[in-house]
Nanobody, 127 residues
């Protein structure tokens, strides 16, 4: 099975930055598209960012575009989410997820398209 472990969450003041990391096990990481999602208390899980197998294609939610950057290092089997200019509304548990396809399809924003999930890391942005 594929296992994903997120790290890098924490408490930061508004306007600050955090970098989340997702470490993957398994031998086929380089063939998987990857995504980041988040979920705040009482809300549905929402898409944040996605990246294809090579890192050449990236997609972002409107709320993240311009502030967040997704990247990957296939040699290290990691995917990163650099978050800048954080806002209190960014507060949520952030989840790393993997698809079994390498490309980002039309439904990259849908959590049901991702087969494997990490346990999440808490991000709290104070005002």
């Amino acid at each position: 099975q594929v296992q994903l472990v997120e790290s890098g969450g924490g408490l930061v003041q508004a306007g600050g930055s955090l970098r989340l990391s997702c470490a993957a096990s398994g031998r086929t990481f380089s063939s998987y598209a990857m995504g980041w999602f988040r979920q705040a208390p009482g809300k549905e899980r929402e898409f944040v960012a996605a990246i294809n197998w090579s890192g050449s294609v990236r997609n972002y939610a409107d709320s993240a575009n311009g502030r967040f950057t997704i990247a990957r290092d296939n040699a290290k089997k990691t995917v990163l989410l650099q978050m800048n200019s954080l806002k209190p509304e960014d507060t949520a548990v952030y989840y790393c997820a993997a698809r079994t396809t390498g490309t980002i399809g039309a439904y990259y924003y849908a959590s049901a398209q991702y087969a494997y999930w990490g346990q999440g890391t808490q991000v709290t942005v104070s005002s």
